[in-house]
Each structure stands twice: as structure tokens, then as C-alpha cells.
């Protein structure tokens, strides 16, 4: 399609994913310095019958669409980009942090219905031993679950009167 600019001197990435639920596409422009991993995106909407909108800049890290609520998790990285907090963003550009990241994020992926999403952290503990902080969102932002692990593990949560079961990776140190 090529909406994203390539003026910028830099990297450029554009991505188009489909989300046949909302009929729309999500279009997400990734702009960075070359030869870097420091990539903020700059994402928009286009749905069936509507113009292109532009829904939310500064994006970093992957973006998970839930169809249902029809609501996007931006899992916002910090490994290499300094950010404070996933969002949860509605199509109306609307963003709301969640709770503050709580270490290093390792991993950020969809659960349970397709409509939860955990996002995995890795620390330094006592001794510089590394342990797992996890946390379960709703579609809605709400907080499911928080755990520590410091092995590998799993996680149990409910939605809807139906238990989910989600593994936990064993915790690694901190980039």
C-alpha cells in the first residue's frame, strides 16, 4: 500500500495485518534509526466503508488485536526503548495504561479465549537469582493474575466460569 513516508533517513517497516472479525486492517509504520532494534511504531486502522485513522504513535514491541472486545494490547517492549506500561487501545485511539511494567519483558502473548493476554517479566532477586513476575489481562484491563515463579511453571486463571491453564518459561537474568 505504502503509507508509511521512507524520508525519514532511518529504517522504515510497514506491516499490514488483517482482522476479518472487525472487517479492517491494522497498518503499523515502524520508523527507527538504520542498522538499530530501536523501532517506534505508529499504528492505524482501516475499516470496511471508513476512512484510514490513525489510532496511536510511540507503539513499540508487538500488538495483539482482541477481535471480541474489539480492542488492540500493545505489549509496549522495553528491552530496548524505555517504556513504562502495556496499553490497551480502543478503535477509537483511545489508550489506557495498564499497571507499570514490573521488570524486564521477556515474552507478551495472547491466552485463554484468544481475548487474555500474559505478559511475562524476568528479574535479578535475592543473590542475583532470576525469577518470573507474570501478569494476566483481560480484554478490558483488568488484572487476572499476578505471579511469581522462580522455576518454570504454570499458571491458572479463570474467564467466564472456564479455567485456563497458560506455561510459564523457566526465568532467565535481564538483558
Same mark, same amino acid.
Given at each position: ?9 532511518? /529504517? ?6 488483517? =482482522?476479518?472479525?472487525?472487517? $479492517?486492517? %491494522?497498518?503499523?509504520?515502524?520508523? #527507527?534509526? !538504520? ?36 480492542? /488492540? ?6 528491552? =530496548?526503548?524505555?517504556?513504562? $506500561?502495556? %496499553?490497551?487501545?480502543?478503535?477509537? #485511539?483511545? !489508550? ?80
Amino acid at each position: 500500500m505504502g503509507l508509511c513516508p521512507t524520508d525519514s533517513g532511518g /529504517l522504515v517497516t510497514e506491516d499490514h495485518v488483517a =482482522v476479518p472479525a472487525w472487517k $479492517a486492517e %491494522l497498518i503499523t509504520c515502524g520508523y #527507527g534509526p !538504520a542498522e538499530s532494534e530501536a523501532l517506534e511504531s505508529t499504528l492505524y486502522v482501516k475499516e470496511e466503508a471508513l476512512p484510514l485513522r490513525r489510532l496511536a504513535t510511540g507503539l513499540t514491541g508487538t500488538l495483539h488485536p482482541l477481535p471480541a472486545s474489539r480492542k /488492540l494490547f500493545s505489549c509496549q517492549d522495553n528491552g =530496548v526503548i524505555s517504556t513504562t $506500561a502495556p %496499553l490497551l487501545i480502543d478503535l477509537s #485511539g483511545t !489508550a489506557q495504561a495498564l499497571l507499570p511494567h514490573a521488570g524486564s519483558l521477556r515474552a507478551c502473548n495472547r491466552v485463554g479465549t484468544g481475548e487474555q493476554v500474559l505478559v511475562h517479566y524476568d528479574e535479578a532477586g535475592e543473590n542475583n537469582v532470576p525469577f518470573s513476575q507474570v501478569r494476566i489481562y483481560g480484554a478490558d484491563g483488568a488484572l487476572l493474575v499476578e505471579q511469581r515463579f522462580e522455576h518454570e511453571g504454570s499458571v491458572v486463571f479463570v474467564v467466564d466460569g472456564k479455567p485456563f491453564t497458560a506455561e510459564v518459561l523457566v526465568p532467565e537474568m535481564p538483558d
